[in-house]
């Protein structure tokens, strides 16, 4: 373990951005991690955490530690004939803890293909797709504190998840450093096809659900021919959550904009973040998607998706984010949140 100093962090962040750490370190063991909770370094200075880099955007050059996390490992607890309980190291690339499952034939994760990043932001953003979330299969999650180095299990109920949201954001936020997840899987096939673009994917290509992985490549099909590849064009995947308002709101919303999708979740009614943006602009008669600024700009296929062309800075993303924010204000009355960390 060795702690270097002005670290450019360009290749570590999937928008591509430029910035520099003071100080940085790579750690591979929870051996090194409790080195790193004794350095003088660590312990003086403000603490970040990166797994891929695939939520954050860095506006600004990182003044404390950059800690990157590459602790792997994927091992079965136990199982019995129709659950099996696994543990993930939380630098285990999300993906190729979805394709260990899917291989096995196991149920639970197909429908979180390919969503970009490690399993360690897995429980802080109760990542979801295509009518699944993570809470469903996860039971615990193993955290040290970032400042006294103790670990603690936290249970389901004590992570507080709900929509890309958990106490890891909220409560807890820079506190504590995710070292691993329990899952719980099952063994018997239980396919999850309620989700309207995944329905109908399947049903147009005339797939046959015989185990978990045909699932899991059908979503990323689906999702390689929505987002664009971080490795072509820097960008985060989804910039924006979607909204959640009551029956009163979207009764109201929808009288005036009967056009308006909306989808019933957990008794609130989900308006695609995506089509309220599509339906504003830069200025009148303009969408903002496809539209480009400078080096940074909306993706032309996914209104979501916000990219950086090349050479673009953190801050002029935030200041599109916050344009686009405030036409969605505007327009509808409804408040778009992001979904990535803004640093």
């Not at 147009?204 to 185990?211: P, V």
Request: glycine share 8%; proline share 3%.
């Amino acid at each position: 373990m060795k702690i270097l100093k002005n670290y450019d962090l360009k290749n570590l962040n999937t928008f591509g951005i430029p910035t520099k750490a003071k100080f940085f370190v790579e750690i591979t063991g929870e051996g090194e991690l409790n080195e790193l909770f004794k350095e003088p370094l660590y312990i003086g200075h403000e603490k970040l955490f990166l797994g891929e880099g695939s939520n954050v955007l860095f506006t600004k050059d990182w003044g404390g530690i950059v800690v990157l996390n590459k602790i792997k490992g994927i091992e079965i607890l136990e199982e019995d004939s129709e659950n099996i309980l696994i543990k993930s190291m939380s630098g285990v690339i999300w993906h190729d803890l979805v394709s260990f499952a899917v291989d096995h034939d196991y149920w639970g994760i197909e429908n979180l293909a390919l969503i970009p990043g490690t399993v360690g932001a897995a429980p802080m953003q109760n990542i979801g797709a295509y009518g699944a979330e993570l809470k469903n299969v996860l039971t615990l999650v193993e955290a040290y504190n970032v400042n006294t180095g103790e670990k603690r299990i936290f249970s389901k109920e004590e992570c507080i998840f709900g929509y890309r949201d958990s106490i890891f954001k909220n409560s807890l936020r820079n506190k504590y450093f995710i070292s691993a997840i329990t899952l719980r899987l099952s063994k018997t096939g239980k396919p999850n096809t309620s989700y309207k673009i995944l329905k109908e994917h399947l049903e147009k290509n005339k797939i046959e659900i015989k185990n978990s992985k045909n699932i899991s490549d059908a979503v990323s099909e689906i999702r390689r021919s929505k987002l664009p590849d971080p490795r072509v064009i820097g960008n985060a995947g989804s910039f924006f959550k979607n909204v959640f308002v009551d029956k009163d709101k979207l009764a109201e919303l929808r009288r005036l904009y009967p056009a308006m999708p909306f989808f019933e979740e957990d008794g609130l009614s989900k308006i695609p973040s995506a089509w309220l943006i599509e339906q504003c602009g830069p200025a009148n008669g303009t969408s903002w998607k496809g539209y480009r600024v400078g080096n940074v700009g909306v993706h032309h296929k996914q209104a979501l998706v916000l990219v950086n062309h090349g050479d673009g800075r953190g801050q002029d993303i935030k200041d599109l984010a916050l344009q686009i924010i405030a036409s969605v204000k505007e327009k509808f009355g409804l408040e778009l949140a992001p979904e990535v960390n803004l640093i």
